[in-house]
């Protein structure tokens, strides 16, 4: 089993977006309707795998299986659908990745992660309490991913919850 490491905020990590968005948006063209930083390291201060996740999505799910092509062509390892009509890609650099999601503009699980960035860049408090809980997690699960990531989803649940009470 993979280790899994929660490492401190790292100041880099909006460049880093920035330069796999721009060469998504390159890739993509006029089939990507927006690139999204989501995931622990798009919120400023917050503790995280050293992992760039991203959301493209495309102007209509009409060319998902077009940009699907295109983005596998373009030496990023494809691991299919998340279940959620999202397709995960992600390409390994020293010392961090990239997880690139490809979906549609009405994705409910693209719409909520940006609820939860969005939230955690408001609230540094539940930020910081979501950092400990990932620590927390990362040393008890002993590289058990579904441990890892299960022992999270109340804690999103709950701040999806409290985002919600904010629309």
């Known amino acids: ?17 920035a330069e796999i968005s721009a060469e998504v ?7 990507v ?7 622990s390291t798009s919120v ?3 503790a ?4 760039i996740d991203l959301d493209a999505v495309v102007i209509s799910d009409d060319v998902l299986l077009v940009a699907i092509e295109a983005v596998r062509a373009a030496n990023f390892v494809f691991h299919g659908d998340t279940g959620e009509q999202r397709w995960a890609f992600t390409r ?15 994705n409910r699980a693209h719409r909520e ?3 939860f960035r969005d939230y955690l860049r408001d609230h540094p408090e539940r930020a910081k309490a979501y950092a400990d809980l990932k620590r927390r997690l990362a040393a008890e699960a002993d590289g058990d991913w579904g441990l890892y990531t299960g022992g999270k989803t109340t804690f999103v649940r709950e701040t999806l919850r ?6």
């Open 113 to 115: 992660r940006i609820l």
């Open 48 to 51: 995280a795998k050293p992992k």
């Open 92 to 106: 390994d650099c020293e010392g961090y990745g990239f997880k690139l999601y490809l979906c549609g503009p009405d």
């Open 162 to 167: 409290l985002a919600s009470l904010r629309l």
């Open 33 to 39: 309707l927006s690139t999204d930083h989501i995931g």
């Open 1 to 17: 089993m993979r280790a899994i490491r929660v490492v401190d905020y790292d100041p880099s990590w909006p460049r880093l977006f």
């Open 44 to 46: 400023p201060g917050l």
């Open 25 to 31: 948006s390159i890739l993509l063209g006029d089939l």
